[in-house]
């Protein structure tokens, strides 16, 4: 069996005693037995039936981003809850790319990425987007004798591509007028791992910096110079939180809870934005997403009008099959049951903990289109909602 399904409904019988003894009445015994057989197999693959545990108890698991991994993580425990202690979610991190091909593998029931599939993607594995959350990346630095730094898109790109190494560049100091910088370089913080943050950071600085589209592009991952490489979120947090005169690019949340500071951004505007919840989502107003499972290769509110919008803010997803059943995975139809009411949950009832964890609740807008594609999930054929 591969990874995907090992679902906690109990364990399941090897096989069936057979009597010692032939005859008439063995055939009738083994005949019983048989047809018994089959109707526990049955029940079971159709999760009407656990033994050793409590009836539809199921696990999902699920990896990639850790841009929500937080929120997940929240979900997750909540859900435990809510559904008393029947339904647990596992979550790992490892980054959009990671999850990416976990879910195409079939080793996991859902992906989290930053990064939206390309549309060949989405229609050659049959995956749909389910936008879970609003984020926001920030510029962290670690720099004590600076309190409140300022910064522009292309000054960002200029630092990263290391055309800028020291703080007191004159780059940096028009932004910061009457801010005595200091003659440290700046050593550059970036992801190891293939990553949806990175994803959405180096689509802001090839949105903002013709040379750096030009060099880099956007990607999951970057060959980016001279610089200290970490995995996750939680890597690059540590690292700049620990390397003097440093400056990174990781998830709001990250920053706040680990008190990191982190640079204003110049936003398309013209004004300096603080990355926040309500800064986040007016990068978000206004914008048109597809069906779920149309092509969201398009879809960004990088460097987005509107005088409050932060620039580097971005969607990130839940990607699933939009058909649940297939033989590599064996999910059975209560874990394609349970897994919708998850997902379900969470665009809705799971919205209210967003705040508290510094990510934006999804608008009305989004959430609408969210129910259209899960009521659109389906296994063996049949709508699962």
Do not use: C
């Not at 559904?83 to 080793?107: C, L, M, P, W």
């Amino acid at each position: 069996m591969s990874g995907i399904a090992k679902r906690e409904e109990g364990t399941r019988e090897e096989g069936i005693v057979m009597p010692h003894k032939g005859g008439r009445a063995g055939l009738m015994i083994f005949a019983v037995l048989a047809v018994a057989a089959i109707i526990v197999v049955a029940a079971i693959a159709t999760g009407m039936l656990s033994f050793g545990g409590e009836k539809g108890t199921v696990t999902l698991s699920g990896a990639g981003a850790t841009f929500p991994m937080p929120l997940i993580l929240k979900w997750a425990d909540e859900y435990y809850n809510e559904t008393d202690e029947r339904v647990q979610v596992n979550y790992g991190g490892g980054g959009s790319g990671a999850g990416i091909t976990q879910i195409k593998d079939k080793h996991v029931d859902f992906a989290g990425s930053d990064a939206p599939l390309s549309a060949t993607e989405s229609s050659t594995f049959g995956l749909v987007h389910i936008p879970e959350t609003l984020g926001a990346v920030v510029v962290a630095y670690n720099e004590p004798s600076i309190a409140d730094l300022k910064l522009d898109g292309p000054t960002i790109a200029r630092i990263f591509m290391k055309n800028i190494t020291v703080w007191n560049d004159p780059a940096i100091g028009a932004l910061n007028p009457g801010v005595t910088l200091p003659t440290d370089s700046i050593t550059t913080v970036v992801r190891s791992d293939s990553s949806g943050t990175t994803f959405v950071f180096s689509g802001y600085l090839a949105k903002v910096s013709t040379e750096f589209d030009t060099l880099y592009g956007q990607g999951k991952s970057v060959i980016w110079p001279d610089a200290i490489g970490a995995s996750g979120n939680p890597g690059v947090t540590q690292t700049v939180k620990t390397t003097a005169h440093s400056i990174g690019y990781i998830e709001l949340a990250y920053a706040i809870e680990n008190d990191v500071p982190f640079a204003q951004v110049k936003n398309h505007d013209g004004n300096f934005v603080v990355a926040s919840l309500e800064s986040t989502s007016a990068a978000a107003a206004g914008v048109t997403l597809p069906a779920g499972d149309g092509d969201w290769s398009q879809v960004n509110i990088l460097d987005s009008p509107g005088a409050n919008a932060y620039p580097i803010a971005s969607f990130t997803y839940i990607l699933i099959y939009k058909e649940l059943y297939n033989e590599e995975s064996e999910m059975n139809k209560t874990a394609a049951e349970e897994l919708v009411s998850f997902l379900w949950w969470a665009v809705h009832d799971g919205q209210e903990y967003a705040d508290e964890l510094h990510y934006a609740p999804l608008p009305a807008s989004v959430v609408e289109i969210n129910e259209a594609t899960l009521e659109s999930i389906t296994y063996e054929g049949a709508t699962v909602r």
